[in-house]
């Protein structure tokens, strides 16, 4: 049972634990519109607490014209630290972060030690089998028209979900990934899944954005990604890249936002 708390008349907050015991806060907006038949759209935000409130307002304001604006209504679902606080390190850096046997990362920048990580397949499960019925059972959702957003770590565990579980969401935003973590072991499971998308009977779409004044290998990493996913020819998948000139690794997310929901909202 969990106890929702309304934030206005279409924002509400709740706190829900995984069943290991971790505490997220779970923010969702609903739009102030009759749903359609079959419900919203849902956008899942990771890192919700730093980003929840920019694409709610964005949905919010341009959901009013979607006529013109092409953004359709839909229900917004920041998932965030119960904390509070914007970026939690030693949490993304368990959830967002592959398994592995294995693990060769840099040193960090103020030469910390990293901690724990590994647990995406630990985070999916919570995402599929604890938060999904709870907005399921409470808003009026269409659960074939869900996407995940995720940032940096995030962006890297959004195309991690898309490789190893690509039934959970129908859209995924991968803002600037990481892909360079664990030396580029996710280029492994990218193959595998681009080798098995004639296999896919869903149809699936992936934005992936970049920032043109991140790191050099960010940015190469990113236009690797492109250039390999651009050159599928399958129909039950779209994709769309987006390299933003003059924008940093924190300033793309703003630069291409309207970008990738208009990609999401687009009619399959």
């Not at 956008?43 to 014209?65: I, K, P, W």
């Not at 904390?83 to 060769?104: A, G, I, Q, W």
């Amino acid at each position: 049972m969990i106890s929702i708390q309304s934030v206005n008349h279409n924002e509400d907050s709740f706190d829900l634990h995984s069943k290991e015991g971790v505490s997220y806060q779970i923010s969702v907006y609903v739009p102030n519109t009759p749903p359609p038949q079959q419900g919203f759209p849902v956008l899942y935000v990771l890192d919700g607490n730093a980003f929840f409130r920019t694409f709610r307002d964005a949905v919010r304001l341009q959901a009013r014209r979607s006529a013109k604006t092409n953004v359709l209504p839909m229900i917004v679902v920041g998932i965030g630290d119960a904390r509070r606080e914007d970026f939690v390190s030693e949490r993304r850096c368990y959830d967002f972060t592959p398994p592995s046997s294995s693990l060769k990362l840099p040193k960090k920048p103020n030469g910390e030690p990293w901690s724990e990580t590994g647990g995406a397949d630990t985070f999916l499960a919570f995402l599929e089998e604890t938060l999904k019925p709870q907005i399921l059972e409470h808003y009026p959702i269409d659960t074939e028209n869900e996407a995940l957003f995720g940032h940096s770590l995030g962006g890297l565990f959004a195309l991690y979900s898309l490789y190893t579980k690509p039934s959970l969401f129908s859209a995924y935003i991968a803002s600037s990934p990481s892909l360079w973590w664990n030396e580029r072991a996710i280029l492994a499971k990218e193959e595998e899944f681009r080798k098995n998308l004639h296999n896919e009977t869903l149809h699936k779409k992936l934005f992936v954005s970049i920032g043109s004044e991140e790191k050099d290998h960010m940015v190469t990493d990113a236009q690797d990604l492109a250039k390999r996913f651009s050159s599928i020819n399958s129909s039950p998948f779209s994709f769309s890249f987006v390299e933003a000139k003059g924008e940093n690794h924190m300033s793309v997310v703003l630069a291409v936002l309207s970008q990738s929901l208009r990609f999401i909202s687009l009619r399959t």
